[in-house]
């Protein structure tokens, strides 16, 4: 029977070190995800600001 985890299961199988890198990467990640989403945001208000519906 295969039973799904949830991250912090995962997190908690992982030795410290392991654990402690995967969650640098998904905050690096998370914190690109959001400076790609700002830098969305300001394009299309420029483009809406041209009269564009977007």
Known sequence: MVVALGLKDV???LPSREASRFR???MNL???TKRE????SK???KISNYGISV
Do not use: D, M, P
């Open 11 to 13: 997190l908690r199988e």
């Open 24 to 26: 640098a990467q998904v």
């Open 30 to 32: 998370a914190k690109e």
């Open 37 to 40: 989403r700002n830098t969305l």
């Open 43 to 45: 394009e299309v208000t």
